[in-house]
């Protein structure tokens, strides 16, 4: 069945079935704006994708520069492409950083191995004398997730022609409307 493209809540659906799939692409481009608004881009993992809440989540290292862009301005994009359904989304919304006891249950179910990603030292982006001059000490205090709270997201579906192109707004409660690609 591929008909889905064919309509605007075919493509929602299917856009945030892709955010959300495990088996799949799971990578994102995370832009933040950096200092002197400098924009900034770089890889991360997607944890979970609601499409209910229209929220992503995102895990990280408190002492990443990116939470202190995020604190200053939390204004992000998010790019995810699916090779698969050749399917482009461009998010754009609005970033929370939590930390502390309020991850105390998330961080009791990471394994060891992922747990090594969040207790850099010196903090990601220091200036080392060697390659292999830092640590990994994992520690829940520099354990943190981003919330994203999406606000709008653009579809772009490639492969076969037509093209499709639609954009969602939760200014409009997500009704969505079609973009000439
Ligand atoms: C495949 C891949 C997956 C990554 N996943 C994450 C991730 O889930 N969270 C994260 O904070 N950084 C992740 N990184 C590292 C970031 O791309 C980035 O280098 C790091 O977070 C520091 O970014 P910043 O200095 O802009 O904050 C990943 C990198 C790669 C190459």
């Known amino acids: 069945m591929s008909e889905w493209h064919k309509t605007l809540s075919g493509i929602w659906s299917k856009s945030w079935e892709a955010l959300g799939d495990r088996s799949r692409n799971r990578l994102v481009n995370?832009?933040?704006?950096?200092q002197d608004r400098t924009p900034q881009s770089r890889l991360v993992m997607l944890r979970e994708a609601s499409e209910?809440?229209?929220q992503l989540q995102i895990l990280t290292?408190?002492?990443?520069?990116k939470v202190e862009?995020?604190?200053?301005?939390?204004?992000?994009?998010?790019?995810?492409w699916t090779p698969e359904l050749d399917l482009?989304?461009?998010?754009?919304?609005t970033a929370h950083v939590t930390s502390g006891s309020a991850l105390d249950e998330l961080w009791a179910r990471l394994p060891?191995?992922?747990r090594q990603n969040y207790g850099v030292r010196p903090p990601p982006g220091t200036k080392i004398p060697a390659s292999d001059a830092y640590e990994r000490i994992p520690d829940p205090a520099q354990f943190a997730q981003i919330t994203i709270q999406v606000q709008s997201l653009d579809v772009v579906k490639?492969?076969?022609?037509p093209h499709q192109r639609a954009l969602f707004q939760r200014a409009d409660g997500w009704?969505?409307?079609?973009?000439?690609p």
């Open 158 to 161: 490639v492969g076969a022609a």
């Open 112 to 114: 060891d191995e992922a």
């Open 61 to 65: 290292d408190l002492t990443t520069v």
């Open 175 to 180: 009704a969505g409307g079609w973009r000439a």
């Open 88 to 93: 482009q989304l461009r998010l754009n919304g």
């Open 52 to 54: 209910e809440a229209a």
């Open 30 to 34: 995370l832009a933040t704006i950096g």
């Open 69 to 80: 862009e995020m604190r200053r301005t939390p204004d992000v994009a998010v790019l995810h």
